[in-house]
Structures are given as C-alpha cells and as structure tokens.
C-alpha cells in the first residue's frame, strides 16, 4: 500500500509527560504546546506535588509559561505518598484541576524516593479515587533490588497490579509506559477500567539500540528498553485500534550532564517531534490510518473528557532532529537527534 503524503487528524493529547519546572519547564512546554491540546502533567518534581493547592499552584506556573496563542491545557496530577489522605482526594475532585493520581513505588525511577511503599495501606485513597472519578496512574515495575531489571514490569503485574485492580473494580487504572508482551496481554484481557499508554520510544526502539556498538544514554528510561518482540508487540497494540491503549510519550527531560556521566539518570526527551515519532513508528507499520484513535481519540474517552475538535496535519517532508534544545541554562539532547524523520507536523495547534 502506497503512503499518502498528508494525515490530518483530530489534534492529540499527550496522556504521560513530564514537563519539569522553573526555567527548565519554560525551555519546553512550546514543544507540547505545539502538538498537544492537552497533557498530564506528571507531578514528581522536586518536591513532588501531592497536594491539590501544589497542582493548583503548578499549574498557574506552567500556564504563565506558555508562548501566547497556544490553548495548551495541562491536567494536573498528585504524587501519591504513603501519608495522602482520602480528604485529599476530595479536594483534588473539587478542585475541577486534578484528573489523575500518580503511584510510583518507592525507589522506582526519577523522583519516586518519596513514592509508595506499601500498596495495602493506601485502600482507603484508592476507593475514595474510584467513588470521586480519579484516575490511578501507575509506573509498574518491582522494585526489589533482587528483581533483575528486565522483570520488574511482568513481576509487578502479577504481584501488584493484577491484585489491585481486582480489588477496586471502580477504579479506573491507567498501566502507564507499557514495555513487553504480557503487560499488553494484561491489559487487553483487563476489564473496561483498565487501559495503558505507549510510549514513540517503546514502540522505535528496542534495547540493542540503546546497547549495541556503544551505550546510547539518551535512550535510557525506565522501564528500560526491551527485546524486539516486546517492541513488535506494543507496536501491534498500538495500531490494532483497540481503545484501551493511547498515547502518552513520558518525555522526560534532563540536562545533558545529567545523561552524559558515570551514572546517568532515566528519561527520554521526546517532545520535540513527540506526534512525528508516532507517526513513524505507525507508518512503518503500515497503518497510518490507525494513529487518530490512538493519538486522540480513545486517551479523551477513557479520561471521560471531549474530543479535540481543532485538527492538525502531518506531511510526508523529511527533516533532521537538531542535535540539540535549550534546557533552562544548559541543553538536553533530543531523541533521534541528528537522524532524520519521515513526517513533519504542519499545522500550529491552536
Ligand atoms: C522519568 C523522569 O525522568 O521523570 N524517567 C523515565 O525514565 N521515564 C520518570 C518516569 O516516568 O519513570
Ligand atoms: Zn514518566
């Protein structure tokens, strides 16, 4: 089948992005802004946001840094603690600002030192979350140092996560960054409530990417990259049209020196070219027909929340990723920087 040489779309809606703050955050948030008409705002700053009058006041940060003309709307999140209260969840419902709650476990990737450590005792904030409408967001991976890096997504499937939403059948459940075979199994044999996002990275890449010929920095994220057929299997969940898997890119930016060390953090910054990367990775699939559900569609429906009505156009018109983007007073290095993409976003979001 011959591609065509222009997509117009609903415009998207970025469902996993982290945006950062200060002078960093004013760096980026055009990069969304752009592309996006919405974004949840993953609250691990630090310190995290886990309140709702923290969210409220993130939220007047981000919007004050907005370029003029942009209708870019972040819907925020709290960092769920060990110590959030099911009061706090009613006042972030009230609040009309807050969609979802985050759950890091404890020690998981960047920021998540804060994080939850013990599941059981959070019950009462995920039934007060499930009666007020709060979405749970989860990052799904084990953290027992004993658990090799590779598992600790399929272990916490079956050691939490399968356990948890059995428990809270109101709850709507957001697997976030999905990385191999059985997470998308898990998810398409969960019930309505359960739904997960994918990442450009995860669906581009593989882990001999990141390792093969050289350690590629940039590429590293948690949950780490994984084998080709875990790829192939989020790129087949991603194009298959079913509404329980959407979009949301997890760019998370860091300043080069951050990456570029002995130890290097996670995070991969993609929203420089975010819609153009899942435009490559869907082409490649032959189904460039499927991105609108996926990329702004079937994200709105599960949050409950109205479809774009702007739209916005892709144009078969290869450019190359700069090898670099301002990052408050330092740089980050975007994804794919210095390589080439197929597809160029057109049309200015409105
Ligand atoms: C994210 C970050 O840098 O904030 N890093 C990452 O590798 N994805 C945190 C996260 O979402 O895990
Ligand atoms: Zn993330």
């Not at 370029?67 to 960092?79: N, V």
């Not at 309505?192 to 990417?209: D, E, M, Q």
């Not at 991603?238 to 060390?261: I, M, N, Q, W």
Request: charged content about 20%.
């Amino acid at each position: 089948m011959s591609l065509p040489d222009e997509l117009t779309i609903a415009q998207p809606d970025d469902w996993h992005l982290h945006l950062r703050d200060g002078a960093a955050m004013a760096s980026v948030i055009g990069h969304s802004a752009r592309q996006f008409a919405r974004a949840i705002i993953m609250p691990n700053l630090r310190p995290p946001v886990t309140t709702t009058v923290a969210a409220l006041a993130y939220r007047e940060r981000l919007r004050a840094a907005l370029p003029a003309g942009h209708g870019f709307e972040p819907l925020m999140t709290l960092y769920l603690t060990d110590q959030t209260t099911a009061a706090e969840i009613a006042t972030a419902r009230t609040s009309g600002a807050v969609a979802a709650c985050k759950l890091y476990p404890a020690g998981a990737t960047t920021n998540s030192q804060d994080g939850v450590t013990d599941l059981e005792r959070l019950g009462p904030v995920f039934a007060a979350m499930g009666e007020q409408g709060l979405a749970l967001l989860v990052h799904g991976e084990v953290t027992d140092p004993d658990v090799d890096i590779f598992d600790r997504e399929d272990r916490f499937i079956d050691e939490r996560l399968a356990p948890l939403v059995e428990r809270f059948p109101g709850l709507r459940v957001v697997f976030e960054h999905v990385t191999t075979t059985a997470a998308v199994a898990f998810v398409r044999g969960g019930p309505a409530t359960l739904a997960a996002t994918i990442t450009p990275h995860h669906l581009l890449y593989n882990r001999n990417a990141m390792l093969v010929g050289g350690i590629r920095p940039h590429l590293y994220c948690l949950p780490v990259l994984k084998r080709e057929r875990h790829r192939l299997a989020l790129v087949e969940a991603a194009v298959s049209g079913h509404p329980r898997f959407f979009l949301g890119t997890d760019s998370a930016p860091h300043p080069v020196e951050g990456k570029e060390c002995g130890c290097g953090c996670a995070g991969a910054f993609s929203a420089h070219a975010a819609l153009e990367f899942y435009a490559q990775a869907f082409a490649q699939a032959d189904a460039l027909d499927r991105l609108e559900g996926f990329a702004s569609h079937f994200g709105a429906d599960f949050y409950g929340l109205p479809r774009n009505t702007a739209r916005v156009t892709l144009r078969r018109e290869p450019w190359e990723i700069p090898p670099d983007y301002p990052l408050g007073p330092t740089r980050v290095i975007p994804m794919g920087a210095g390589t080439r993409l197929d597809w160029r976003l057109l049309a200015a979001a409105q």
